[in-house]
């Protein structure tokens, strides 16, 4: 038992994922207790939602309507060319366009707020907030979490609806379907339980990217290295998270039978 | 009659893992002294004083400002304590997504905990504390526009815009030249004057202790070594202590 237990404290992987759980325990014991820094996390969800509203938007387009030219000729083979509005809207809205708008956010985000923090960590500019009577938890890290756990839906919902846009030309490309048909078709397809569990992991897709780049960069080791380090893995690592918790949300909806 | 001691350090320690910075650190400050502190790289200066503000913790020993040990103060204290106790940090720390007027602005918004303080009455404490170190016209830029002699300067103005009883610098001439330097050892000894603040300035820079200091504390293997008046220890029989003032 012993044994066991220095293995565990010996393990760079686990003492990290210990590290990353306190730090999420003080976000919920510290963030929901005043002072509440109201203006920070509005600028806050300015740059998150608002500032990458123009890389989502387009990326969303253009992958609703490369999926759809992808997917047409197997469709075709099959003879169920009509699916394609509905076979693309269930795969856009479930998966493809929630995760890849949390990796596109995973990137910009998490490695803006890693080197952010991380180089006002090495600048002693976090030291210099606390010295000025402000709880630099709060005031940096509490809304920058808060700021992506509710922007990511917004703009994860947003991308649903461009990337279905992107859709509608990809179908007209080759074939020709009307815009009524082609929106009385892919909300024939969707029901609440496609949106909704899409929703809502996209909260915790959110929670993990502000997480962990809030994580990386508040503890950036000292050294313009170390920033640059921070913001790398504040990327890698939330990525990842992004999928595992996708991979954790499908299960969780089979069980459920929300399919 | 000996004046009043406005922080007494007794017997602090402070390591990091085995790396043993602060041994039994003693000394005392004085209202309206300045202080040097001298030691070498990575003695433990900053250290120190980071202590002092509360930003690290001794492992023991205590440490008393304005009469009250900061041992068991909780954060509002701290935080109370800090309006009195200003700090110039070595990296000069301005926050580099604000402008030379929100970065002065911070410090008096937060500390007074309002949001909405009068707007002509912040104005007014933020462009004297510009005018106080030459350098009204910059209120509109950012720090990353101007030159790190600049940026020193604003540093100094954001921490005396609180009117601090008690001032600590860190290295506050380091990596500026001569010229420079000696304006901002003239504007320290200004502000005591001023406002009989009582400093505790750390630096390696020989004519910034010599106009400035009025007492010198050595810092050598994490002890208060010598102390005593620029003169008296630069004309020292000990070697150790010589050596800095060659
Ligand atoms: N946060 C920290 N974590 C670990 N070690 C630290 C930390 N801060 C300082 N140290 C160590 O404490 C010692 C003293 O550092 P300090 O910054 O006080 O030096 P200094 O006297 O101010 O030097 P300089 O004149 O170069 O600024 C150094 O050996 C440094 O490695
Ligand atoms: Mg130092």
Known sequence: ?259 | MEAKAVIEIDKLNKSFGDNHVLRDFSMKLYRGENLVVLGKSGSGKSVLIKCIIGLLYPENGTIKVLGEDIGNYDQKQLDKMRVKVGFLFQSNALYDSMTVRENLEFPLRRHWMKETQERSEVDGLVMDALTDVGLAHTVDMMPSELSGGMRKRIALARTLILKPEIILYDEPTTGLDPITGREISELILKVQEKYNASSIIISHDMNCIGITSNRVVMLIEGKCYAEGEYGELSQSEDEKVRNFFI
């Open chain 1, 1 to 259: 038992m012993a044994d066991l237990f220095s293995i565990f404290r010996k393990s760079e992987f686990l003492q990290e994922v210990g590290h990353i759980a306190k730090f999420a325990g003080r976000f919920f014991s510290e963030g929901f207790q005043p002072r509440y820094e109201f203006r920070e996390f509005i600028r806050q969800c300015y740059w998150v939602g608002y500032k990458s509203l123009p890389l989502v938007g387009i990326t969303a387009f253009i992958m609703g309507l490369v999926l759809t030219i992808q997917s047409r000729p197997t469709l075709v083979e099959f003879g169920a060319e009509s699916m394609l509005p509905s076979m693309v809207a269930i795969s856009l809205v479930r998966e493809i366009s929630p995760v890849i708008t949390a990796l596109i956010c995973a990137g910009k985000i998490g490695s803006g707020m890693g080197a952010e923090l991380g180089s006002m960590r090495v600048t002693e500019q976090i030291d210099a907030m606390e010295v000025s009577g402000t709880n630099p938890f709060k005031y940096l890290i509490v809304t920058r979490i808060l700021a992506t756990t509710l922007m990511l839906p917004v703009l994860s919902n947003l991308s649903n609806a461009i990337s279905l846009y992107g859709g509608y030309l990809g179908v007209n490309i080759r074939g020709s379907v009307s815009w009524h048909l082609y929106w009385a078709q892919v909300f024939d397809a969707l029901s609440y339980g496609d949106m909704v569990p899409s929703i809502i992991k996209t909260f915790f897709f959110g929670f993990a990217i502000g997480l962990i780049g809030c994580y990386k960069g508040y503890y950036s080791t000292k050294g313009t290295e170390g920033v640059g380090r921070s913001a790398n893995s504040a990327v890698v690592v939330a990525s990842l998270l992004v999928f595992i918790i996708d991979l954790i949300a499908v299960q969780i909806t089979d069980l459920l039978n929300l399919t």
